[in-house]
């Protein structure tokens, strides 16, 4: 089975700054997917980030990128010239890319707060 | 497209009551998810399906049935409610081989 390890329960940032949260992960697989998704105190999640492990390029989008180590097993977010509306909690989620696999594994999340 | 729509957004429940959480999905998604989402515990898996006719449990399924009988809705009934389910619930939905979209959640109150 897999597991999803998010290790820090709380971090903070100054706006404009730089962040980085963590990510580690379980599996004997070879072909998967990870995410990084946002839940803002509205609730809704929203996907950040997606990487293949096929894939060597990390993903970015916009101010967010990714640092994916794959014989680490490690999959964190970068979050760049951060902005008041980054204040969420966020999870790191893994799925087999394979037939058969239905479902994500989540981690416990890290809950972000941006400081003015 | 709307998306992952749930109802009701809040309800509040007495103990032993029963009722049906609501999920629709318009993206022609085989595979649909009811997870709930406690403080520390992250998203556990409630139910999911695979397509119509075809539910699983997932990692907490005790007090909740789940029924698909067309590609577009899930719903999820709570059988007898009691205060250990109040929790927020998420429904989701994706396809083979891309990312989980979900629903804007259901605050459920079992007093």
């Known amino acids: 089975a897999q597991t999803v390890t998010q290790s820090q329960p709380e971090m903070s940032v100054q706006e404009a700054e730089t962040v980085t949260l963590s990510c580690t992960y379980d599996t004997s697989e070879n072909n998967y997917y990870l995410f990084w998704y946002k839940q803002p105190p509205s609730r809704q999640m929203i996907l950040v980030i997606r990487?293949?492990?096929?894939?060597?390029q990390n993903a970015t989008e916009n101010r967010f990128s990714v640092n994916f180590q794959k014989a680490a097993k490690s999959f964190s977010l970068k979050i760049s010239d951060s902005q008041l509306g980054d204040t969420a909690m966020y999870f790191c989620?893994?799925?087999?890319?394979?037939?058969?696999?239905?479902?994500?594994?989540f981690g416990k999340g890290t809950k972000l707060s941006v400081i003015p | 497209n709307a998306g992952v729509t749930q109802t009701p957004k809040f309800q509040v429940l007495k103990t032993g009551q029963s009722m049906t959480l609501q999920c629709a999905q318009d993206?022609?998604?085989?595979?649909m998810s009811w997870y709930r989402q406690d403080p520390g515990m992250g998203l556990r898996l409630i139910h999911y399906s695979v397509g119509a006719g075809i539910t699983d449990q997932g990692e907490v399924p005790n007090g909740y049935n789940v029924s698909r009988s067309t590609t577009e809705d899930f719903p999820l009934r709570l059988l007898s409610a009691a205060p250990s389910q109040t929790s927020v619930y998420f429904c989701?939905?994706?396809?083979?081989?891309?990312?989980?979209?979900f629903g804007p959640g259901t605050r459920l109150t079992v007093t």
């Open positions: 993206m022609n998604h085989e595979y």
């Open positions: 989620a893994f799925i087999y890319s394979g037939a058969g696999s239905y479902q994500l594994t």
């Open positions: 990487q293949e492990a096929y894939k060597q």
């Open positions: 989701a939905s994706r396809r083979q081989g891309s990312e989980q979209y």
